[in-house]
Nanobody, 124 residues
Framework: QVQLVESGGGLVQAGGSLRLFCAAS????????MGWFRQAPGKERDFVAA????????YYADSVKGRFTISRDNAKNTVYLQMNSLKPEDTAVYYC?????????????????WGQGTQVTVSS
């Protein structure tokens, strides 16, 4: 069991940067692979990035590869998503998720726990 709370969303101009935070509760944080997903109104929840329990392994959606960086600080029970070179199509609610499986997953239905999301809006 883990509870997740996202923060750091906001309004940014195209080409700008933003860093998202995901605060997790409990010592069980290190048991989970962590992921970021995003969902625009009327759209499916899409995979953005994920990383392993130690943070050593990462995986990115093609749409954000080279622009976004996922990381974690297990001592602080926190996951980060650094977003650079933002585009209007990055506008969405961003969700932090935890997955107790042994391997990194990229589909939302594979994740066990979710935060409430934080809004990211990129203006043109």
């Amino acid at each position: 069991q883990v509870q997740l709370v996202e923060s750091g969303g906001g309004l940014v101009q195209a080409g700008g940067s933003l860093r998202l935070f995901c605060a997790a509760s409990g010592r069980t944080f290190t048991r989970y692979n962590m992921g970021w997903f995003r969902q625009a109104p009327g759209k499916e929840r899409d995979f953005v990035a994920a990383l392993s329990r130690s943070g050593a392994s990462t995986y990115y959606a093609d749409s954000v590869k080279g622009r976004f960086t996922i990381s974690r600080d297990n001592a602080k029970n926190t996951v980060y998503l650094q977003m650079n070179s933002l585009k209007p199509e990055d506008t969405a609610v961003y969700y932090c998720a935890a997955d107790g499986a042994l391997a990194i997953a990229t589909m939302y239905w594979d994740y066990d726990y979710w935060g409430q999301g934080t809004q990211v809006t990129v203006s043109s």
